[in-house]
């Protein structure tokens, strides 16, 4: 029997810090993460440690009567840490070359690689919900599906679910959320 991943994108927030909390929406967003994953089997549940990732799945663990296990490897992806006015287009580059890297960020590759490490360390038969963030979400998803897009990127929701499904050495890459 193979793994199970859930990429789980966090709920609606405030902004873009680590500290960021859940917009009102975000809550019952929260919530209805709790009834999509009712009938669904969970081992473990490993997040990003900003807290907005922490508690789009905090009630979930309470639920399941799981602990949350923070992973530094599931946090934002840094494109840079100047500002650019133009970043929407440096940040669509960064999906066609994957080696891009801009002043204090690092590169989709560098991000991907520390997202699929997560998964690669994960056992064989286990059922896990990965608690991230929309850019790591998507280079974890380009990762098995090369064509997946800038554009992809800006369709992703708040929250979003995509499933890995293990059944051979490549998952099957479902999107879950409607």
């Known amino acids: 029997m193979g793994k199970k991943i859930y990429v789980v994108r966090h709920c609606q927030a405030k902004g873009q810090e680590v500290e960021a909390e859940l917009t009102d929406e975000g809550v019952k967003q929260a919530s209805k993460l709790v009834e999509f994953f009712s009938k669904i089997k969970v081992d473990r549940i490993i997040s990003s440690p900003y807290r907005r990732a922490m508690d789009s799945v905090g009630p979930l663990a309470k639920e399941k009567d799981l602990s949350i296990e923070m992973d530094d490897r599931l946090s934002e992806r840094v ?23 801009y002043p204090g960020g690092e590169s989709s590759r560098q991000a991907m690689s520390r997202g699929l490490e997560v998964i690669q360390e994960l056992s064989e038969g286990e059922q896990v919900i990965l608690a991230t963030h929309g850019g790591l979400t998507s280079l974890i998803l380009k990762s098995f599906q090369p064509n997946f897009r800038f554009e992809d990127w800006e369709n992703l929701t708040n929250p979003d679910v995509y499933l890995l499904d293990y059944q051979d050495e490549n998952p099957k890459v479902i999107s879950l959320w409607k």
């Open 79 to 101: 494109l840079s840490t100047q500002f650019f006015t133009d970043w929407r287009e440096k940040l669509k580059a960064t999906f066609d070359d994957l080696d891009i890297e």
